[in-house]
């Protein structure tokens, strides 16, 4: 297949100053987990997105200097020349594919406490620093002004020395130290440093003359700027100060990378903003700039980067999330496979893993991450290790996963689903407030096997025993997800809660069913995800009275992980669900619950007429113990029986798409040796005496 002469503008060379990028797909920094502590994966991964297409690939932001340093999150790290060896790596195996490297110097300034290093932090001011650590930054004098500039231009040195092609200044996301200058909410100096925006902007143009002056006769030089931090005039924003910046700088750099800031804007999830949604503020920058300019949007629709082109908003297509979900979306595009893409679903389970600093993960890319230490690639998977079938019963996305991935292998797959409906719990969850886009990571895969005359399909076929053997299959699956637990144990309580025998219980599986609420509704969230706060929209946009009751101090707190824990609870505040921080459930009456406080366990009684418990869900592995028990086994039967996803243990939806995969990846490869690391390691060195 080729591409179509629609698309042809993408794949268009554009000039960043002195290089040439051979398309229009543009990889823009992006956090990943790996950086300075696992080099090798993060090498891996970006030289795969350069092999799926990506015209210029960019690392994360990168330290310059031990006196800013993010510890323990892991980012790039460009201290000394001891540290160039990791980006050669990277470099090469980007230039290796024809794509340009491109790197994000940052000196993070009042974004950091030092935690490693133990350095006072250095601001334009003197400040607590942003994060809750009890530090507090100095501010910086004109003799450490002229250190950080020098500081950016040793590092452009060393990255241009390391093979970077593209060389940014950052000043996006309130999170480095030019941006800090360029805010009157960080800046109250009363110098040529400070004050008026010319002041401010002072240190910004600085150093975007230094490193044109250092490097700039080999390497693009861009800037990556958040045009309008969603303050209105408390903040820079595009119809003020954002673009007064744009205009000031306008053709001195050799590309504009414009978003929206800080990072929680930048990267809403969909369950919050829609594809393009920075469309609007950043669409006057190409019109006050003859440089090039990339933009974001979680774009994955050729037809919408077409139109972006065309229209003259941008002349490079932006992704960090796109290009995570699927490294090959270029490729897929010029080989005319389009429906082959695996859009994003705008989870943010990527961003997860910066602030839990571990390798990145994605719900529909169940490689990313794995593509060193595990040898996965998104796009191969070695072929079948010999002639065998296999039964997969549960078509939720564990049992997906591995139906499409078993079949690109070539096994013969049968999947059986005891529903009408292909995609298990994903089905419903896309269902409720803002997931909608959620769903893809069902569409996606049930196109794929639709196209696999290997891979065969019932739906309202719910199994016995008997039935899974008499099948004859040589490989066994159970998939059959999980359930909410109605008991009230959870984190909080490692007992069931007490409960009157009238008390009306409802869990989110019957809610989602479509089971009717009565009186005021307690949801008492004790998962600390989305389901408890989906309720407390859900039902309180159909009219109930709604009080959300949490042990935590508040609503869905791990997403905070996912930057959207602000949006969540300002959403359930605006709509006057009544939330009980730092709360537990200690009786579920007839009209009432008890509560008990967290830290004194003082009592009182709410009116409750449906309690919803979000704490944990049990596995629906009924089937598999049934079959395990068979007799027939003992005599012969299948070679293997297992459970996957949910069904061994419930978690998030990309754990259950990563089981799924695993599980195919897997099959044939020999006995798993529970002693044996099944990955490979980066493993610190001794340092010299």
Wanted: charge should be negative; proline fraction near 6%.
């Amino acid at each position: 297949m080729s591409r179509d002469p629609r698309y042809d503008i993408l794949f268009e060379p554009v000039k960043i100053g002195p290089v040439t990028t051979r398309n229009r797909f543009y990889q823009v920094p992006h956090c990943n987990g790996m950086g300075r502590a696992y080099p090798s994966s993060m090498a891996e991964m970006r030289g795969i997105k350069a092999e799926g297409g990506w015209g210029v690939v960019c690392t994360e932001q990168v330290e310059i200097h031990h006196t800013s340093e993010l510890s323990p999150v892991i980012e790039g790290r460009l201290w000394d020349d001891a540290d160039l060896p990791v980006f050669q790596k990277m470099t090469d195996k980007i230039h290796a594919h024809g794509s340009l490297a491109g790197i994000e110097p940052c000196y993070d300034g009042l974004a950091t406490p030092n935690r490693y290093s133990r350095e006072i932090p250095m601001g334009p001011s003197a400040r607590p620093v942003s994060y809750m650590d009890p530090v507090q930054a100095r501010a910086m004098d004109k003799t450490d002004i002229r250190n950080m500039r020098r500081w950016y231009v040793e590092a452009a040195k060393r990255a241009r020395r390391a093979g970077f092609d593209v060389i940014y200044v950052y000043a996006g996301h309130d999170l480095n130290a030019i941006s800090h200058f360029l805010s009157r909410r960080w800046n109250d100096r009363g110098d040529e440093y400070g004050g008026s925006l010319e002041n401010r902007v002072r240190l910004f143009r600085e150093i975007l003359a230094d490193t044109k002056e250092a490097v700039g006769d080999t390497c693009g030089i861009a800037i990556r700027f958040g045009v309008d931090e969603l303050m209105g005039n408390d903040g820079l924003n595009c119809e003020g100060e954002g673009r007064d910046v744009v205009e000031m700088l306008a053709d001195i750099p050799d590309l504009w990378d414009v978003n929206v800031s800080d990072w929680d804007n930048d990267s809403v999830t969909s369950r919050f903003a829609s594809e393009g949604f920075q469309d609007d503020y950043v669409s006057f920058v190409k019109k006050v700039t003859n440089k090039p300019v990339v933009g974001v949007g979680r774009y994955t629709s050729p037809d919408t980067m077409v139109r972006l082109i065309k229209s003259g908003a941008l002349d490079l297509i932006g992704a960090a999330r796109p290009s995570i979900a699927d490294p090959f979306l270029p490729n897929k595009i010029e080989e005319g496979r389009v429906d082959d893409i695996r859009e994003c679903i705008g989870c943010n389970i990527c961003v997860s893993a910066d602030f839990t600093s571990v390798p990145m993960r994605c719900t529909q890319n169940p490689t990313m991450g794995e593509e060193w230490r595990r040898g996965w690639h998104p796009e191969r998977i070695d072929r079948k290790h010999a002639d065998e079938s296999v039964l997969i019963v549960g078509a939720g996305p564990a049992g997906l996963e591995a139906a499409r991935a078993l079949g690109e292998r070539g096994y013969d797959v049968t999947l059986a689903e005891a529903t009408d409906t292909l995609g298990g719990r994903v089905t419903i969850e896309s269902r409720l407030p803002g997931l909608t886009e959620w769903k893809r990571v069902a569409d996606y895969r049930q196109h794929q096997i639709s196209q696999m005359p290997n891979v065969a399909t019932y739906l309202e076929s719910r199994l016995t025993a008997a039935q899974v053997l008499e099948f004859e299959a040589d490989h066994v699956v159970i998939s059959t997800g999980a359930k909410w637990c109605d008991s009230g144990v959870g984190r909080e309580n490692h007992a069931p809660i007490d409960r009157d025998e009238a008390a009306r219980i409802l869990l989110p599986d019957a809610i989602c069913a479509g089971d009717a609420v009565e009186g005021p509704v307690v949801i008492f969230d004790d998962d600390h995800y989305y389901m408890g706060g989906l309720m407390a929209e859900l039902l309180r946009g159909q009219g109930h009275e709604v009080t959300l009751v949490t042990p935590s101090s508040d609503v869905s707190h791990w997403t905070h992980n996912t930057l959207e824990q602000g949006r969540i609870q300002k959403r359930l505040i605006e709509m006057d669900v009544n939330i009980m921080p730092l709360q537990n459930v200690v009786h579920i009456g007839k009209d009432h619950v008890t509560l008990s406080c967290v830290y004194t366990e003082r009592e009182r009684k709410i009116a409750c007429g449906t309690f919803v418990p979000v704490t944990m869900r049990r596995p629906v592995d009924q089937l598999f113990h049934d079959l395990m028990a068979r007799p027939e086994l003992t005599e012969g039967g299948p070679q293997s029986i297992n459970r996957i996803g949910d069904c061994l243990a419930p978690g998030i939806i990309a754990a259950a798409v990563y089981a799924g995969h695993r599980y195919a990846r897997e099959l044939g490869g020999g006995v798993n040796d529970p002693d044996r690391v099944p990955f490979r390691r980066e493993l610190p060195q001794l340092a010299a005496e």
